[in-house]
């Protein structure tokens, strides 16, 4: 029996163009080469990677002059765009785990996540099942069909099928999500987040789970409860984005930092360094995963298999989407 494969694999930690949908695909493409120059097989992106993160929302429940913006400068999937990037990971021969604004035909906002295969096709494509509160006030639930967030991404002879799927950001404290996402044995996990920063202590009025070790040991559960291992991917907000989301006097995002991308092993272990302190560093962060160490994780424990008790407990799931136009039978 051979052994399972070893695949290199870059995390990104980069601020985008802020609210800018052609200079952010730009970026991405820019990205998406050198991580293929180094020798990465897979690439990933943070949550709402394009066009950016709305940091305003944190600070005030409206600006209509700026959500408009935010709306034009969303990502169709079905677009120029997209095409574009799907074109560089056919031309680099790369999976590209994407995070972006998903704008619908009628103009809703959703929180996408696709995967691009090697290719250039998408293997899959999501919605965030519930926008974390402030979100909700501009982007819309996901449905039944985007419980499916798992894909099977073919890396060629020298590597074969893995499973990668993807969650974004607080999607990582919602047991059942979890539980269904392990049900589907993906080898990697993309785990999405804004930028996020320290914590102040104590005394901060921010809470810890929001925080940048917060969401770290988020990421680190997942990777023990699912061993898989995990990209734990976070975006950079330096001046320009404060600036442009107006964000100086809140409480959140006020400030330049939130670069805090890792990759986990499956027991949880960080393998990687911090790109810089202050998480105002923006680069790739490479790993080299050898699946044979899911394995022997799995032989431990594994959720599904034999450390489960299915006949005392069990998940029960809907996959089906309800509409608003429902055309009746003839």
């Known amino acids: 029996m051979s052994t399972p494969a070893t695949i290199r694999v870059a995390v990104t930690q980069a ?17 998406i080469g050198e991580a293929a120059e180094g020798g990465a097989k897979l690439i990933a992106f943070p949550e709402i990677w394009i066009p950016g993160y709305p940091l305003w929302i944190w600070s005030r429940s409206m600006d209509p002059e700026l959500h408009t913006r935010y709306i034009l400068n969303s990502l169709k999937v ?14 680099h021969s790369i999976c590209v785990v994407l995070g972006f604004a998903e704008r619908s035909e009628s103009d ?49 002879p020298s590597i074969g099928p893995i ?49 940048a070790p917060g969401c770290l040991n988020l990421s680190q559960a997942y990777a023990i409860e699912g061993g898989t291992f995990v990209l734990h991917t976070t975006a950079v907000c330096g001046p320009q984005g404060v600036d442009v989301c107006r964000a ?23 393998l990687t360094e911090d790109l810089d302190e202050g998480g105002e560093k923006e680069g790739l962060v490479f790993g080299e995963l050898e699946m044979v160490k899911k394995v022997g994780v799995k032989g431990f424990m594994d959720p599904l298999g034999h450390y489960s008790k299915p006949e005392l407990l069990w ?15 003839d």
């Open 15 to 31: 601020e985008p163009a802020w609210f800018d949908l052609q200079g952010t695909v730009e970026k991405t493409i820019k990205l």
């Open 78 to 91: 079905d677009s120029p765009e997209m095409e574009r990037i799907k074109d560089a990971a056919k031309e």
């Open 108 to 156: 809703s906002l959703y929180i996408g996540q696709a995967i691009i295969a090697p290719d250039g096709h998408i293997a899959m494509k999501r919605r965030k099942l519930k926008p974390t509160h402030m979100e909700r006030t501009i982007f819309g639930d996901g449905a039944g069909p985007d419980l499916s967030n798992v894909a099977d991404v073919d890396f060629g």
């Open 163 to 211: 499973k990668v799927g993807v969650l974004a950001c607080w999607e990582h404290m919602q047991p059942l999500l979890k539980y269904h996402t392990f049900s589907q044995h993906e080898a990697i996990h993309v785990a999405m987040w804004p930028p996020i920063y320290p914590h102040g202590g104590v005394d901060d009025p921010v809470l810890y789970s929001m925080s």
């Open 248 to 270: 100086k006097k809140g409480g959140m995002f006020s400030a330049s930092g939130g670069g805090n991308s890792a990759i986990l092993g499956p027991d949880g272990r960080r």
């Open 315 to 329: 998940l029960g799931v809907n996959k089906g989407e309800k509409l608003c136009v429902v055309q009746d039978k």
